[in-house]
């Protein structure tokens, strides 16, 4: 069966000036399926939003991304490089 991981971002988004994403650290987990990494993700995005806490998120306009791809889909872009 195809593991998960996920991939995740912290971003801030300005009128003036272009997205600004950072990736995050995530547990490196390999999840069973799309909806485990995908229920991780919303979990784990809550916690660091609340970590950063209301007056950081409104004053830079954070917010939290990420994406739930196939292992292999990252062996395979590794392979590309």
């Avoid at 999840?31 to 950063?52: K, N, P, W």
Wanted: a positive charge; aromatic letters at 12%; proline letters at 2%.
């Amino acid at each position: 069966m195809e593991k998960f991981i996920i991939i995740m971002w912290l971003c801030a988004s300005a009128t003036s000036t272009p997205l600004n994403c950072k990736q995050l650290k995530t547990d490196r987990v390999k999840f069973v399926d799309q909806y485990s990494c995908t229920v991780y993700g919303y979990s784990h995005s809550l916690r660091v939003i609340r970590d950063l806490g209301k007056d950081q998120i409104n004053q830079y306009n954070l917010f939290t991304k990420f994406v739930c791809v196939p292992e292999t889909y990252i062996k395979k872009k590794e392979s590309d490089a």
